[in-house]
């Protein structure tokens, strides 16, 4: 995984672990929780708060260390979240996505940490990718400076994929609190069935449409492209704020002109500002394609990926 953290990112992480011994007097360091009765779940980002949430129901208490609004990509961890992890009794992360998180699952998680990573392979960061003949081998001129070997970590966007999660994550869930472990695993299988609806919806949804080319601000949607049978053209690479070069712009342009965009994605935790110029440029609309990152405005990651579909719909002009 090539997410590359800032030194600023790698300083205020540091200095947040230094604190992990001050905050050892005012917390137990072993994991037990702060409810006797309920599992004390740490999750990294929002997609992992809803697995945990959904399988986990009133058996457990769910903190997220990304702040609604917040870039998860830019997490910076500060030394009340440093705590949180350390008395955690299980933290679901995706190692290589925050590396801020990263640091503090190294140096306190111990076994309590699950990594989703684990789950299933992680795509390549180039998968799902757009590429006309000759145009391998740009690396970071082209804008796709993970493609050399990366991973993509956006796996929630393949519901089936999250569907995997979620059983691995009620298994666990299990091994913590063995008397439940049954109600996990039955919520986990209720949850597998909406997944497995909202795939069927996907596939039916995007089999016949007039293109099948989608141009989106960053490369987030690659296992949403992979599994549906689209052609993502990102402006930028995984990290939405990575800026695209001038040459990769002109590029992104002239493949929407080939492919008669009508519209260019951008999404709802960073600017707009590259996606409107791409469309400006080429005659095209603009629209919102959310990666879920974050928790959406209104409703859960379910209807957050049904919002998509329609946009898609739309865009491609489906029927």
Not at 35 to 48: G, I, R
Not at 110 to 124: E, H, K, Q, S, W
Not at 261 to 268: H, M, R, S, V, W
Request: negative net charge; charged residues 25%.
């Amino acid at each position: 995984m090539t997410v590359r953290a800032t030194p600023r990112a790698l300083a205020a992480a540091t200095a947040a672990l230094l604190t992990v011994g001050g905050l050892a007097a005012c917390s137990t360091g072993d994991g037990g929780g702060k409810d006797p009765d309920k599992v004390d779940v740490v999750a990294a980002f929002y997609p992992l708060q809803f697995l945990a949430e959904r399988i986990g129901g009133d058996r457990v208490a769910v903190s997220n260390l990304t702040k609604p609004g917040a870039e998860p990509h830019d997490l910076e961890l500060n030394p009340r979240q440093v705590g949180q992890v350390v008395d955690a009794e299980l933290i679901v992360y995706l190692t290589g996505f925050q590396p801020a998180v990263d640091e503090a699952v190294e140096q306190n998680g111990g076994d309590r940490a699950f990594d989703v990573a684990g789950v299933a392979p992680l795509l390549d960061a180039a998968a799902g990718g757009h590429e006309h003949e000759g145009e391998a081998g740009h690396g970071e001129e082209a804008g796709h400076e993970e493609e050399g070997g990366g991973k993509d970590p956006h796996l929630w966007l393949d519901p089936t994929r999250l569907a995997t999660v979620g059983d691995k994550l009620a298994e666990r869930l299990g091994r913590a609190d063995p008397d439940h472990a049954a109600d996990y695993t039955a919520r986990a299988g209720a949850l597998r069935t909406e997944l497995a609806t909202l795939d069927t919806a996907y596939a039916e949804g995007l089999r016949t449409c007039q293109r099948r080319e989608i141009v989106t601000s960053h490369t987030a949607f690659g296992y949403l492209a992979e599994h549906y049978k689209l052609e993502q053209i990102g402006i930028s690479g995984l990290t939405p704020e990575s800026e695209p070069s001038p040459q990769r712009l002109a590029e992104v342009a002239k493949e929407a002109r080939e492919h008669q965009a009508g519209t260019i994605f951008f999404e709802t935790l960073v600017s707009p500002k590259v996606a409107e110029t791409i469309a400006r440029e080429v005659g095209a609309k603009t629209a919102v394609l959310d990666p879920i990152e974050g928790p959406p405005a209104e409703g859960d990651y379910l209807s957050a990926m049904r919002a998509n579909l329609q946009t898609l719909r739309t865009a491609l002009d489906c029927s």
